[in-house]
């Protein structure tokens, strides 16, 4: 097949296009050969250049750090040349070194040689002081000079620091040790002063242990430096090729801080160190290329104007597909001219068009990576802030979240997207939050809301989510932005602050205590609305509140408050209260029980007085009471006994004769016991009354009963209206029942079987009326002599009721009439009930 062509070749000849193009070659190539060395030159040069660059830069940064060791090291000389501490007042150099502590903001610490501290600014004065030796404190001992320490790890959470150390001198020997603590921000604010694009710089300690980094400073501080930076040494000294931590090729470039002894580094990225390299070798190549066409297109044109214009033509076709200029062909003949310049001017004007295609794509090319720069400053702003940051489309779907989102939800952006993001809120909660968000969205105004959720564990959370409307330049809306707040804790607190409100309001509430509080410095009066109650009002100032308080109580109320605020005394107390609206109340005054602390301020001085109300009227009137009861059961008592021992003495008598035989002492016996058993029956009937006072229907029945034989005839008729009888007046009363009851088993008509009693009773005037008489009994005779019944009927009855009793004697049976007076024996009489009523009503209560 190559035999073939090169006979064809033979046959045919080569076109003189193929012989002009040569020569071209022959011609540019020494130019081009040329060109090529120069640009080799240039790029040595300019690698050059961009290395010396470097190498002054990484010398500046050295020589900022040395400026700034030595600004430190001044200020430890100027300490430690203090006569303060070599006069051994460590308490005056301790404030002049807290007065620099002060003002530069590092912490300074004086150490014996062997790291005994004498002073450390870092802890609060007459702190104990530990050992703390320093690993440069040997040096700095040994050379007598200033040591710059290295990498020393920080407080728990805390970024590393390093030591700034000179010996402090005295008698010509290092006495102390004198050091500044530095945190390696201080040199990581060096660093990032006046950064160049895309470079980054960093900071070895002598042990190669990083203690500042122009980026991620925060997590890579103290940790061993990138070994891989100087994997190849160049020719240039201190500079190496290798890779960084994102395995990218960069130029490393280092120099000592002559100071501290420590290395300072920049990684530059070789792609923009070769940058302008590739620059020039792509405008020394295109000037090339134009320069041999420039030649091709000449040479054609000389030798051959007019015997190849056609072929000019065809090739001027080809270029024109291809975005090439087109030349002009200069020849004699008119058509072809004037079809070359249409040619040549189709393609200028395409080569237009693509200029301007190529410069349009390019502006977006550099907007599109302007975006991209934003959008990934966006993220990483978004990703650091410690809040949940969501973005959506204009049709309400989410297109972004942050970090956040999978620390408390595990979601990322794609889990939320087509209305997942509901699956994180609360149930309860969706329907209202997704009307409130529908709302803003169709209005485009400002969301706000809060609401519960669901996190990655399970648990309830609260968050306050808010959004705003996202517009473009031209006012489109593009969607929301916005940010959710964790409002757990505030939640929790809010609820715990009104169950504790509730609480104290439900336990004061449930004892009927009343709150209220005085503001000292303007003397107002704050009252709950217990308060208020138990008062009747509400008083706003001292004078109104002294207004409502007893005048009898006044004195002592204002001074249990003078000994309150002067610490002198708790304030406990009860007083009486005449509120002016208040209903009127049985007895005058009602009774209020007061407590109250006072509230200071730092000072110790009084700023309010804050207690508690309670109204004790019911417990006051109820001690009265006990107090009456107890006189009234003295008074019984001593009645009862007096009673008891008139009985005694009837019953009793005649027994101490000499002729008294066994039968009389039981029959003596027998009725003391029957009276005694009488008087503790009506004594039942006043115990289940309170000693109140009794019905004379119940006196009657209990103190009748036992004699009422059971059958189908009654033995007594009792008929009788409801009749309250006093204590005294039911006593005598019972035992005159049960003497007249005993005569009539005795000798009057219950001692037969057909026998009966009528007693009756009525009251007029206030006057009692009660009869009784006896019928279908043995004929009745009069007694000859007057025994113990009939005295204690007519005499000790008629004395104790202070009233009259008449006993008579007809044939058909025994007729007892008692008439007494209603009220109390020695109590006032009915005209004068009324000023006694009231003071014995307050003792039983309202």
Request: proline share 6%.
């Amino acid at each position: 097949m190559i035999r073939r062509r090169l006979n064809a070749l033979r046959r045919d000849g080569l076109s003189t296009q193929v012989y002009l193009v040569a020569l071209a070659i022959a011609l540019i190539g020494p130019g081009l050969l040329f060109t090529a060395v120069l640009l080799g030159r240039y790029a040595a040069l300019e690698r050059t250049r961009f290395e010396q660059d470097a190498r002054e830069s990484v010398r500046g940064i050295a020589l900022s750090i040395d400026r700034d060791m030595a600004g430190l090291v001044s200020v430890l000389q100027t300490l430690a040349a203090s006569p303060r501490l070599r006069e051994g007042g460590l308490a005056s150099f301790e404030r002049e070194a807290r007065a620099v502590r002060d003002t530069t903001g590092l912490d300074l610490s004086l150490r014996r040689p062997d790291g005994s501290q004498l002073l450390n600014t870092a802890l609060p004065p007459g702190a104990p002081l530990p050992q703390d030796p320093h690993p440069e404190d040997r040096e700095v001992v040994a050379t007598q000079r200033p040591v710059i320490g290295g990498a020393r790890p920080g407080p728990a959470g805390r970024p590393p620091t390093y030591d700034v150390a000179v010996p402090v001198m005295a008698e010509g020997a290092p006495a102390y040790v004198l050091s500044v603590t530095v945190p390696v921000e201080r040199l990581h604010q060096i660093l990032i002063h006046d950064l160049a694009p895309g470079w980054t710089t960093g900071i070895i300690d002598r042990a190669g242990i990083l203690l500042a980094r122009s980026t991620d400073h925060a997590s890579l501080a103290g940790q061993p430096m990138q070994a891989t930076l100087r994997a190849h040494p160049t020719a240039a000294a201190d500079i190496w090729e290798g890779t960084d931590r994102q395995r990218r090729p960069v130029l490393y470039v280092e120099t000592k801080v002559r100071a501290a002894g420590w290395t300072v580094g920049a990684s530059i990225p070789k792609q923009r160190v070769e940058a302008p390299l590739r620059h020039w070798v792509v405008a020394f190549g295109g000037f090339g290329l134009l320069a041999l066409a420039i030649s091709s297109v000449l040479a054609v044109r000389l030798w051959a104007r007019v015997a190849e214009p056609l072929r000019q033509l065809a090739a001027a076709g080809g270029a024109l597909a291809a975005g090439q200029p087109v030349p002009r062909v200069s020849t004699p003949i008119r058509e072809i001219r004037q079809l070359a310049d249409v040619l040549a001017d189709a393609s200028e004007s395409l080569r237009r068009r693509i200029a301007e295609r190529d410069q349009a794509l390019g502006e977006q090319s550099r907007s599109l990576a302007a975006l991209r720069e934003s959008e990934a400053r966006f993220r990483h702003m978004a990703d650091s802030a410690p809040a949940l940051i969501w973005m959506t489309d204009a049709e309400g779907e989410i297109t972004f979240v942050n970090l956040h989102y999978g620390y408390m939800f595990g979601r990322s952006t794609d889990t939320l997207t087509r209305g997942r993001w509901r699956e994180i809120i609360h149930p309860d909660d969706l329907a209202s939050f997704e009307a409130a968000f529908e709302d803003a969205f169709a209005e485009r105004r400002p969301f706000r809301c809060a609401t519960r959720v669901i996190d990655k564990h399970g648990a309830t959370r609260w968050i306050l989510c808010e959004g705003v409307a996202r517009l473009d330049d031209q006012g489109r809306f593009l969607g929301y932005t916005g940010c959710n707040v964790d409002i757990t804790e505030a939640k929790v607190a809010e609820t715990a602050l009104r169950e504790g409100e509730e609480r104290l309001r439900l336990a004061l509430a449930a004892g009927r205590l009343g709150t209220w509080e005085i503001d000292l410095a303007s003397g107002q009066h704050r009252l709950s609305a217990r308060s208020a109650e138990i008062f009747g009002a509400a008083p706003l100032s001292h004078e109104a509140w002294t207004r409502t308080v007893h005048p009898e109580d006044r004195a002592r109320i204002e001074a249990a408050l003078a000994s309150l605020l002067a610490g002198e005394a708790e304030y406990r107390t009860e007083f009486r209260i005449r509120p002016e609206e208040a209903p009127p109340r049985r007895n005058g005054a009602r009774w209020v029980s007061a407590q109250a602390i006072v509230q200071r301020d730092a000072g110790g001085r009084a700023r309010r007085v804050i207690g508690i109300h309670q109204e004790v009227t019911e417990r006051k009137r109820a001690e009265e009471h006990l107090r009456l009861l107890v006189h009234e059961l003295n008074h019984r008592v001593k009645n009862t006994l007096a009673t008891v021992q008139s009985i005694a003495m009837q019953s009793l008598r005649g027994l101490d004769g000499p002729a008294v035989d066994a039968a009389t002492i039981d029959a003596a016996k027998a009725a003391f016991e029957a009276r005694l058993i009488a008087l503790a029956r009506v004594h039942d009937v006043l115990t289940r009354e309170s000693w109140e006072g009794a019905e004379l229907a119940d006196v009657v029945k209990d103190a009748l009963a036992p004699l009422d034989a059971p059958g189908a005839q009654p033995r007594f008729a009792v008929r009788g209206p409801a009749v309250r009888l006093p204590p005294r007046i039911a006593l005598s009363i019972a035992m005159a029942l049960h003497e007249l009851a005993t005569n009539a088993v005795k000798y009057g008509a219950l001692s037969v079987p057909a026998g009966q009693v009528a007693l009756t009773w009525g009251v007029a005037e206030g006057r009692l009326s009660l009869r009784w008489q006896e019928r279908g009994g043995p004929s009745v005779v009069p007694p000859t002599r007057t025994g113990f019944g009939s005295r204690l009927i007519e005499r000790s009855l008629a004395r104790e009721l202070d009233g009259t009793v008449s006993l008579s004697f007809p044939r058909e049976g025994v007729i007892c009439t008692i008439v007494a007076p209603l009220g109390e024996p020695g109590a006032a009489r009915p005209g004068e009930e009324g000023a006694q009523a009231p003071r014995r009503r307050a003792a039983g209560g309202p």
